[in-house]
């Protein structure tokens, strides 16, 4: 079982920044991946960035080059900073831990104002 805890969210600008912190617990051993993901009202979730064992990178097109995924193997924690923010980046971001089964935190909204 792994645990995750997001935070960080809230109310910005657009233009500004923001950065979200992705607390991981429990079997931390076997998370393969980490990543973060966004879903607007009425629209699917979808990827933004994710972050491997190895720390190899992937990130949407509608984030590179705005937005960083890190991680803290020290504290467990995986970050998403968000820079240059646009209205459209309004969602809750999830973060996700991928072992042999998808695990996922509780969700943290970004509003974005223009």
């Known amino acids: 079982q792994v645990q995750l805890v997001e935070s960080g969210g809230g109310l910005v600008q657009a233009g500004g920044s923001l950065r979200l912190s992705c607390a991981a617990s429990?079997?931390?051993?076997?998370?393969?991946?980490m990543g973060w993901y966004r879903q607007a009202p009425g629209k699917q979730r979808e990827l933004v960035a994710t972050?491997?064992?190895?720390?190899?990178?992937n990130y949407a097109d509608s984030v590179k080059g705005r937005f960083t995924i890190s991680r803290d193997n020290a504290k467990n924690t995986v970050y998403l900073q968000m820079n240059s923010l646009k209205p459209e980046d309004t969602a809750v971001y999830y973060c996700?831990?991928?072992?042999?089964?998808?695990?996922w935190g509780q969700g943290t909204q970004v509003t974005v104002s223009s």
């Open positions: 996700k831990g991928t072992t042999k089964v998808d695990y």
């Open positions: 429990g079997s931390i051993f076997s998370i393969n991946a």
């Open positions: 972050i491997t064992s190895g720390g190899s990178t």
